[in-house]
């Protein structure tokens, strides 16, 4: 009876000993597990900041580039209509009107790649929020993430150079439009002094 307790006890203490064991590997996986999630959310972290640098810098009045878009496109046909290339045209106008053109052109191109731009953003956004809801679930291997995130990041990247280059590329337009505006409307407005339908076309656009 006395060896059978002893033996008895031996077998608590081992049963102990063990689950101990059991408890601190299973305490070790966790604390493991929570560290890598914390890697993986540093980068996902990343991705988001890169992402948040192309919204900033697509953040541009393009409302205002739109309507010179159109103050171009309605000065050069009031030039067509209404201007006397025979008489009247200079060599120094004559190339402000190729520059004016050339600059309506870049709008268009502007407003256009713009439009690509924004798009592209909030795709790589919702892929980016997608791939955190599956990290976030556990869904997401090692391996997938690794794959995944790099081709998410390399996108970002591409796409913050892109918006970049757009948001600095616009302003280079500013100076040349606004002398060569004024310089055709003042032609327009001299036109106009002696043409009552220039006139109105100009008064109409003026309430635009």
């Known amino acids: 009876m006395e060896n ?31 560290k890598i999630d914390a ?6 972290d990343s991705l988001d900041m890169k992402i948040k640098q192309s919204e900033m810098a697509l953040n541009i009045d393009t409302k205002t580039l739109s309507n010179r878009e159109k103050l171009i496109f309605d000065h050069l046909r009031y030039i067509n209509k209404f201007y006397d290339t025979t008489t009247l045209m200079t060599s120094d106008f004559s190339t402000d009107l ?13 407003l256009k790649n713009y439009d690509n731009a924004v798009k592209q953003t909030k795709t790589l956004k919702s892929q980016a929020a997608d791939l955190r809801k599956s990290v976030e ?42 002398r060569i505006s004024y310089e055709v409307e003042k032609v327009l407005n001299e036109i ?17």
């Open 4 to 34: 059978y307790a002893k033996n008895m006890t031996g077998t608590r203490q081992l049963t102990i000993i063990a689950v101990f064991y059991i408890l601190f590997a299973i305490g070790s996986l966790n604390v493991s597990c929570t």
């Open 39 to 44: 890697r993986y959310f540093e980068k996902l």
């Open 98 to 110: 190729a520059k004016y053109k050339a600059i309506k052109k870049n709008y268009t191109s502007f």
């Open 137 to 178: 679930s556990g869904e997401m291997s090692k391996t997938d993430f690794k794959k995944y995130f790099a081709l998410e990041m390399q996108n970002a990247e591409t796409a913050l150079r892109d918006a970049t280059d757009l948001n600095q590329s616009i302003y280079g337009f500013e100076p040349e439009f606004q």
């Open 192 to 208: 106009a002094s002696k043409n009552p339908l220039l006139k109105s076309y100009l008064n109409q656009q003026a309430t635009q």
